[in-house]
């Protein structure tokens, strides 16, 4: 991945995903909006305690600089879950979609701009250059014991027909091993659901991880039936990259979120 700019906004931008051409997409930095410390500056999170004016303003500068309609950018309120919306038909009405509880949509509308909201937690962005369906998921620890990554492919499967060797997935900047510890308590989360822990966490001491997120959900997409060269990784911590990205852990819950955003391009 590299930082790129569109219009005057700062992003990273998958290779993989620009190659494949039919869509618009990136992961956000905190450069460029108008936001106050400590939400300073492009913060794109409605959950946050910085104005919800600001926040609008923010996702009007992030919209008109990939060219989509502020009115169809689509975002959820993500309760850490599994929860999917899968939006398979025109809507002139998106608003709405803002009060479900999930943490991924998938779809295969163009024009119709989908995100995740993270500041350490995991974005994912999915594509079907052949069928032309498009995920974005929101992956921290819980989304990512409970399989959401599997669970976008599936609906991408079930729902549109997509092959799973055809997916390509860009796996955003997020908190690293580096700066990640965590505890028992996620430990057993990760064994109750079934997924693989210990292969992604190194001991830290009695009852401690540091867990790399970022590989436990490139090892569940290539489980999920992706090819290796189809899972590109962004190889930033966003709790090391202070100047560039939002950290929940880092900046002590006061902080701003970052967008994982991907659109299809096409007709509207
Ligand atoms: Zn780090």
């Known amino acids: 991945m590299q930082i790129k700019k569109s219009a005057k906004v700062h992003y ?4 993989l995903l620009a190659a494949a051409g039919v869509s618009v997409h990136g992961f956000s930095t905190r450069h460029e909006g108008v936001s106050r410390p400590p939400y300073n500056s492009l913060n794109l999170g409605l ?20 060219g ?9 309120t993500q309760v850490h879950g599994n929860d999917l919306l899968v939006l398979d038909e025109p809507n ?9 509880e999930c943490d991924g949509i998938v779809t295969n509308q163009p024009g119709v701009m989908i995100g995740v909201c ?15 369906v498009i995920a974005a998921l929101h992956a921290g620890w819980k989304g990512t014991a409970e399989g959401i990554v599997r669970k976008g492919v599936e609906a991408m499967v079930g729902f549109f027909g997509s092959e799973p060797g055809a997916i390509l997935a860009a796996i955003g900047p997020a908190i690293g091993p580096c700066c990640y510890q965590v505890d028992t308590p996620v430990a057993e989360a990760f064994r109750k659901a079934g ?30 039936g992706l090819e290796e060269g189809h899972v590109e990784t962004s190889g930033f911590c966003v709790s090391c990259e202070k100047d560039l990205f939002f950290s929940y852990r880092r900046d002590n ?4 979120r970052q967008m994982g955003f991907i659109m299809l391009q096409g007709k509207k």
């Open 12 to 15: 990273v931008e998958s290779l």
């Open 68 to 76: 989509a309609r502020y009115e169809k950018l689509v975002t959820v």
């Open 92 to 100: 002139e009405d998106f608003s709405h979609f803002q009060k479900l």
């Open 118 to 132: 993270v500041a350490d937690c995991v974005p994912v962005l999915l594509l079907d250059p052949n069928k032309r």
């Open 195 to 224: 997924t693989q822990f210990e292969s992604f966490a190194q001991a830290a001491g009695p009852g401690k991880w540091q867990l790399d997120l970022v590989e436990a959900n490139r090892n569940q997409l290539l489980r999920a």
């Open 47 to 66: 959950s946050t305690l910085d104005s919800s004016h600001n926040v609008e303003g923010n996702r009007s500068i992030l919209t008109r600089a990939f």
């Open 253 to 256: 819950g006061e902080t701003g």
